[in-house]
């Protein structure tokens, strides 16, 4: 059993795929939804690096005594579908983050949260009873979902639109999946890819507002888009944007469904999307756009934010504070997350 730091257990480097052509199928909806649309897309300037070491850094520095991280067998890196990368995900990287996940909550002496498969946690919607791909689940609440997350058989990035250019991904991408960009094929390519983009992260937001969640995430073999949502100001009926759209259907699910999957295989197809977004069933309520921030799936390294790391941050800081505002302090001073260093001092100098 190693004795290290959970910043080095964190910091391993994923697996790399030997990535296969979805022949048999296109992930395409059953029944989709009438998911709200996203009211706009803002980056995520403070969910980084220096500002996770200002709230963690003490616990991710300790060392502890950690199990051997599980292997990753040969024929497991030939994924073909959401399932197949939805195991790779299971046997590696949800114990990793599991494992650092206890190791903190224990020595903090915080309440445990983990991260499960999203079948742990149910939310009753207007079409049913719905099950995310993943679940953040708390020692409080078993039934709540805390982190409500997604997988993705995307074999690129997602496209974010404008906000490409903040991230650097987007020009070491173009070599890859460009050809012409003149092209009015590729543009076409492009614009469905933006648009089923968009529909998959109107799903995990809409499973974030079934969870009233702060905070929500798609995971692909490319990368971890991870997101924070705000809450706008309560308008009156005259001022209120959400209430004058128009009413979406209601539908009715026969059966408890698991994450509807949205195409993002290599021919993304274009879906219709459905008028208004409210939160917490308000009429009144607008959203802000939400903040975004993606996270290689490759990335490594002690002094870059790795794929694992990104997703025990999140889950960490989603136990302590997921009441979703209009605002919040920048990551790093945020009193709410102050406890972790606070408990850190206070218990090593009791210990």
Known sequence: MPHTTLRNYLSTPNPQFRRLQ??????????????????????????????????????????????EQPPVLPAQLEIRDERSFESVLLGYNCIIVNVALKAACEYLQLPQITWLVGSYARAATDK??????????????????????DSKFAQRAFSLGDLEDFYQHAEEDSDDVMMDET??????????????????????????????????????????????????????????????????????????QRGESVPLSSSPSALSSSPGYTDHGHPDTNMKPIELCTIRWEAQGMGVMTFNLALWAIHMVSAIENKV????????VDPAYQIFSSRYQSLSRGG
């Not at 048999?24 to 897309?41: H, R, V, Y």
């Not at 099950?131 to 997350?149: Q, R, V």
Request: charged fraction near 25%; include cysteine; proline fraction near 7%.
């Open 22 to 67: 979805n022949t048999e199928q296109d992930l395409s909806t059953t029944d989709t939804p009438g998911w709200d649309p996203i009211e706009g897309k803002e980056q995520w300037h403070d969910f980084a690096r220096d500002q996770i070491d200002l709230i963690l850094g003490l616990v991710l520095d300790h060392e502890f005594d950690l199990p």
């Open 128 to 149: 049913g009873r719905i099950y995310p791909d993943w679940a953040g689940i708390g020692a409080k609440d078993t039934g709540n979902n805390i982190l409500p997350g």
């Open 183 to 256: 092209s009015s094929e590729e543009s076409l390519f492009q614009d469905r890819w933006t648009r089923a983009s968009e529909k998959c992260l109107e799903q995990v937001n809409h499973y974030a507002r079934c969870y009233n969640s702060r905070y929500c995430y798609l995971v692909s073999p490319i990368e971890a888009l991870l997101g924070r949502r705000r809450m706008d100001e309560v308008l009156s009926p005259s001022r209120s944007l959400a209430k004058n759209r128009p009413i979406r259907p209601s539908t009715t699910a026969s059966q408890p």
């Open 325 to 332: 505002e209009a605002n919040y302090p920048v990551m790093g």
